[in-house]
């Protein structure tokens, strides 16, 4: 792909360079209409990152030792305030894994080199002063443009502020990111919730990050994906962005012509080598001194791409790295002196007393999720849908079992309370692909400090609540009577706790599974493996006697058992059930109303299918509501040792 060079070459200054950025964005962000910023400039040197390759076959087979892989191999370069850097390449070159690293966003010890902020490499000083938008926008699709900016505020602005200057903030960055038309529509995504435009959405990703006016911002691939007209929009603000003082870094794929320009340095590269780092319109100039000549209506960006790929195909990357070795520092020293760092000193006190506390970040939480869950009722109808099926399919299939011929019914009894607690468990893994979806949200926004782990989950946790209750009264009001259970206020509403219990189980094992799992194939093979474990070992279909000891701890591990033996309890020890259930006595002539030793009592039914236990029924729901907790804490732990901001 070519087009005309629009551009001049002899590496004017950003402001005259920017011919097409427009005057009115660049007036938005000058005098009073934004907050203005600390300078900051940036630099890393010799930057290495390796990754160790296992040899291909199972490992008790394989002959050959692990492969260490270079990804990055000696970087270098410095970005001062008021500059922006494009780190271009094709796929593999490098260019993310070089991002996050210069972000902040991998494990110190996985890496060699230095990374300095105004000459100092304590980067964590300055973590309030940088913002990170990654290339996925992950955002609540049912929440307003103005909505997400908001509670991105609220969430990391200081406490100190109120929400009138909170509201004031982000209304000024909508109005600098060219939002306010679109500002009461909801986000959307790309999967059935319709919304803003791809361009928008960009922007308000990049909104998030402007309402607490950072220094130093990192974005990966911001025009990726985005119509020609979209991308240079959002390029125009990331360059006024840096006409304020701020500096920009930041990986780009392919640019137009117009794009690449108004950058005010470029770094491209190519198996983690540098091939070149300087001024944009310079590179032509470059590659035409070490012997290559770009044609005539050319984009600069496609012409060292096509050299570099070319190069790569051939195996001759050296012959374009090696010449920068030797050849890029000459040239560098060739160009007009630019800016220079100057490592300005600024004041870096945060007040612990600003930043939100646990109070402010559960409240804030829960009223998102809160509004999050009432914009999507689709969502919430579909499940009371399920619910409604499930009771009724199973009320009529057990139609009056538990109240007439006892003697009959008592087994088939047993099974509905066994298919009830199978289904309401089964019907919750239908939650995972949302919690896999909010899991990327959950990481992006942690990363960039919104809030701890703990109030992220009481909030989930609190939210949950009366939905699952809601769902766990539906079925269990249509089940209950229609079984023919006991007409006892007390007996119903164990019945309705023990449904609840099993659904907060259920949903608490899948978002417990959520954490562990990459997506949501893994996820849905996992836990219908697990429930289809634990169904089998509840002592339903396998008497407890009779479970291997090997196996046992299998039992004592799955919520249906307990779930089961509750209800159990509650119909065949309840007195409004009747003391018997079942005739064992062979002759008819007897007088059975008179001879109660005729009848097997509910204690000796339960006994006899080994579900009889030192446990009351109360104890059980204790156990059941302790499995359900460990799996909501197992969640905790994961989120916040396994997700964590950085990556190794």
Known sequence: MTEPILANANGSSHAHELQT????????????????????????????????????GLPCFRKEPPKIKKILQGLSGTVCAGESLAILGSSGAGKSTLLDILASRVKRYAFSGTIKVNGDDDLKKYKHLMAYVPQADTLFPHLTVEESLLYSARLRLPRSMSEAERLLRVRKVIEILGLNKCKDTKVGNDVGVRGVSGGERRRTSIGMELVTAPSLIFLDEPTSGLDSFSALNVTEILSALTHQGRTIVLTIHQPSSTIFRSFDKVMFLSEGQIVYFGPPMKAVEYFSRIGYDMPVNTNPADFVLDVVNVKVAKGELASLTGPWGTEGPKFIATLPPGKVPQNAQINLKIKRSDRASFGWQLFCLLRRNILNYTRNPELFFQFVGNYIIVALVLGTCFWKTAAKDKEKNALYTLGFFSFLTALFSFTQLASLPAFLEEKEIFKRERGSGYFTVLPYCMSIFLVQLPLLSILAFIGAIISYWLCGMPADAGAFFFFFFVCFTTLFAAQSFAMMLSALVPNFGAGNAIASAMFAFMFVFSGTFIRRPAIPKGWIWFHYLSHFKYAIDAHCQNLFLNSHSGPYIRNRCSDKAFNLTSDPTCYVTGYEYLDELGMLTSLDKWADMGLLLTLALLYRVAFYFLLRFKHTPQRE
């Open 21 to 56: 950025l427009s005057a009115a964005t660049v007036s938005k962000f000058d005098g009073e209409n934004f907050v203005k910023v600390p300078p900051l400039d940036f630099s890393f040197n010799d930057i290495k990152y390796e990754v160790t390759m296992p040899a291909s």
